[in-house]
């Protein structure tokens, strides 16, 4: 046990003691968090999705809450599962990529439930430090896969054929440090070990499962049952600034090149991808999370435990899917930073169908999974609990804005570094390192982010006011530093042969030069 990680743990423990004591004559409650990938804010039935049925997630809206604002501080996989595990931004917990290895140290939130006396279980996808799988403090019982997995062992058995995916192999599963074969399709599979772990525990202790699923991860692949289910369903692709040119304003460069790459609709994934069928691919992809959150519910109701279980769906990142010309993530816009959030917690609110409009994001879950189990949340944390929100407390002071980070990958070198703001009206984005425009947008009467503000003079001291507020936060944070990691895998920086041509500068970088300020010989 390395100095760091050693304080760290007396830090937990003390923590922890302080809890029990403080809360030993409450019940405390059970907590189920379901945990998927690339799942977009709106693909979800009851937002009046056109096509998608998602009768179990609607139904943890219904009878809980759910959170419209909710958002994470880096859109990429390792990364934003980081900041949910720690509750800390990536420039402190230094996951900014998602192949090179955890630094030493870090703690987890479900460590400080195990010495609070919760039984803890972590079933899925880790996918932090590169491709390992190895048990993490903090669960007494794990079971991972290496990367990003497979949905299938076989890609054979899947009536939907998909790409090469970087880091998606099949490894079979580490169950506790013993290596077990995939058999069949990830998403039941993973499910089935869940429902396996609830049945078979015993005791009274308060307990803490964690699923965190592969779906629906790109490439997407359905289960079976659910092949092509939307195959005749409408979809129709964003009109982005390359169709509306006039619609958008101040579109910066690197957004207008990255059109034509790996992550650009021209040149997706190095091919002529049909986005509509991608898209209908994802939905079907979908459908088997929602039945087996159904599942799960079930199996925790069947128990007696379903009432004093606190239970949390949310999804690691968005998914672009045309908006802006792009696809995946990575980017400060909406769709790529935006998730959904559910949470049923009757311990705590006994009204459904409750909505909570302000801001939260992956960064907070921690404390708050702590504050709900009453252990106090670690000075160390910059997330804060939104317990106060859900238990509908009055006059809550709440953040005015959140950071969003993303570090440049030289994986990806099409998407540059950029620190942003989100409020409840106004976004800023800050790109570095790169010799273009910035971005503002007035969230309220411009929701599709077309109309960039950051040159228009009436905005002048807005910009002036988010650039400060920005460094006061990185200030606040301790993120006036980059992370220099080391390079590992594959570049994919092309280009596609004879595509959209490269973007010119825009107008008002342009100006004429001064005088000359050297007197000539005479």
């Known amino acids: 046990m390395t100095l760091v990680r050693f304080l760290a743990f007396l830090v937990l423990c003390l923590a922890a003691f302080s809890g029990e004591r403080a809360f030993s004559d409450e019940k405390k409650p059970n907590i189920l968090v379901i945990l998927t990938d690339d799942h977009r804010w709106d693909a979800m039935g009851f937002l009046g999705h056109p096509f998608l049925k998602t009768p179990n997630l609607d139904r943890i809206a219904e009878e809980g809450i759910h959170f419209s604002n909710a958002f994470v501080t880096t859109s990429l996989c390792s990364p934003s599962r980081a900041s949910i595990l720690t509750g800390l931004y990536a420039h402190n917990h230094g996951v900014v ?19 609070a006396g919760y039984e803890t279980a972590f079933i899925g996808k880790w996918h932090m430090g590169g491709e390992v799988d190895d048990p993490r403090p903090g669960f007494d019982h794990w ?19 998909g790409r090469f995916v970087p880091q998606a192999f099949n490894s079979g599963y580490n169950i506790d440090g013993e290596r077990k074969a ?12 869940s429902l396996d772990w609830l049945r078979d525990r015993s005791g009274d202790k308060p307990w803490m499962l964690y699923v965190s699923h592969k779906a ?17 369903e409408p979809w129709q692709q964003p009109k982005s600034w390359f169709e509306m040119p ?27 991808l049909d986005l ?30 379903l009432e004093n279980t606190l239970v949390l769906y949310l999804g690691d990142n968005g998914f672009l899917f045309g908006e802006h010309g792009l696809i995946d993530k990575r980017c400060a816009y909406e769709d790529s930073i935006r998730i959904p959030m559910l949470m049923r917690a009757p311990m705590f609110s006994k009204e ?11 960064i907070d879950i921690a404390p708050t999974m702590l504050e709900a189990a009453g252990l106090p949340v670690p000075e160390h944390m910059d997330g804060r609990s939104f317990l106060p929100l859900i238990k509908g407390e009055e006059n809550v002071e709440w953040r005015d804005y959140l950071l969003y980070e993303y570090y440049w990958e030289r994986n990806y070198p099409q998407t540059p570094t950029m620190h942003a703001l989100r409020g409840d009206r106004f976004k800023y984005v800050r790109y570095h390192g790169i010799w273009d425009t910035d971005e503002l947008f007035d969230l309220e009467n411009d929701p599709e982010e077309a109309n960039n503000l950051i040159n228009d003079p009436a905005y002048a001291d807005k910009v002036t006011e988010l650039n400060t ?10 993120g006036k530093r980059m992370p220099i990691l080391d390079d590992r895998g594959t570049k994919f920086l092309h280009r596609k042969k004879g595509g959209t041509p490269a973007a010119e500068f825009p107008d008002w970088f342009e100006r004429e030069p001064d005088p000359p300020f050297m007197t000539p010989k005479k």
């Open 469 to 478: 507020r920005l460094f006061e936060i990185l200030e606040e944070t301790n």
């Open 276 to 305: 509509a069928t991608y898209y209908r691919r994802y939905c079907e992809t979908l459908l088997a999370v929602d039945e087996t959150t159904g599942d799960l519910l079930a199996e925790v109701k069947k128990r007696g435990e």
């Open 352 to 362: 459904g169908g409750r909505t909570i409009d302000e801001v939260v994001a992956n």
């Open 97 to 115: 990529d998602n192949y090179n290895p955890l630094r030493d140290g870090l703690v987890f939130f479900p460590e400080y439930l195990q010495k």
């Open 182 to 193: 995939q058999e069949g399709y990830i998403t039941d599979e993973l499910t089935a070990y």
């Open 216 to 232: 629906v991860h790109a490439d997407f692949i359905p289960a079976n049952r659910h092949a092509f289910a939307y195959e005749d």
């Open 143 to 161: 079971l991972s896969f290496k990367g990003q997995g497979v949905y299938f062992d076989d890609p054979e058995k899947g009536e939907v054929k």
């Open 246 to 272: 006039d619609q958008f304003r101040d579109v910066p460069m690197w957004v207008q090149n990255q059109r034509n790459s790996r992550h650009g609709v021209q040149f997706a994934y190095y091919t002529n």
